[in-house]
């Protein structure tokens, strides 16, 4: 298993603001996950971070939108950007684990946008 | 594309009997994973268990086991002996095989089903 830690666990925003959520994971990784939860529906990958590369983004999601960082083989960032209350969701990071490449996920970051 | 599918949005057990949770995909594939994930209310999201496809063995882990059914794509999730601890909403997730264009295994999530666990 991982050890995944979030930062914020939860915030409130307003509207247009921005928000940067922390993932740190307790050994090096060389792939980070983000996914986003949207109330009442599944996991939605937002990107793929690869450490000293750009982020590899999914279909309907773009950089201006959700900037990440990868600094290091333990830590990113997603940023949320000029929020608006479509944005409200549990932000979910994850890494891949074991023989199996299992998904590890951290305990998610709450966000609601007024 | 692949897509999966749980058909239960809820379901509710009574303590200490058994329920099965449904899910169903859909693959061109023939050697994937399937996993079963459990996220409680408000915390973090755990595997339960895990099944290689091509191995015809049903994957069982304590008191969960899965019934797999390569040939009509079936995946369901059986709780034995259900406990208050199991309350939670359950994700079923398929595995893409191939690598992505980033690298990595893509993973496909259902919708989920909510596990109530009734006293």
């Known amino acids: 298993s991982a050890v995944i830690s979030q930062k914020p666990s939860r915030d409130i925003c307003q509207r247009g603001t921005s928000l940067t959520i922390q993932c740190q994971v307790d050994?090096?990784?060389?792939?980070m996950f983000w996914y986003r939860q949207q109330p009442g529906q599944s996991l939605t990958l937002i990107a793929t971070a690869n450490q000293g590369s750009e982020a590899t983004y999914e279909s309907g999601f773009v950089i201006d939108k959700f900037p990440i960082s990868r600094p290091n083989l333990t830590f990113s960032t997603l940023t949320v950007s000029n929020m608006s209350p479509e944005d409200s969701s549990i932000y979910l990071c994850s890494v891949e684990r074991g023989s199996y490449n299992e998904q590890f996920f951290g305990p998610g970051t709450r966000l609601t946008v007024l | 594309a692949q897509t999966v599918t749980q058909s239960q949005p809820e379901m509710s057990v009574q303590e200490a009997e058994t329920v099965t949770l449904s899910c169903t995909y859909d693959t061109s594939e023939s050697d994937y994973y399937l996993f079963w994930y459990k996220q409680p209310p408000s915390r973090q999201m755990i595997l339960v268990i895990r099944?290689?496809?091509?191995?015809?063995q049903n994957a069982t882990e304590n008191r969960f086991s899965v019934n797999f059914q390569k040939a009509a794509k079936s995946f369901s999730l059986k709780i034995s002996d259900s406990q208050l601890g199991d309350a939670a909403m359950y994700f079923c997730?398929?595995?893409?095989?191939?690598?992505?264009?980033?690298?990595?295994?893509?993973?496909?999530f259902g919708t989920g089903t909510r596990l109530k666990v009734l006293a």
């Open positions: 050994s090096q990784v060389t792939m």
């Open positions: 099944q290689e496809a091509y191995k015809q």
């Open positions: 997730a398929y595995r893409n095989p191939l690598l992505s264009t980033s690298g990595t295994y893509k993973y496909i």
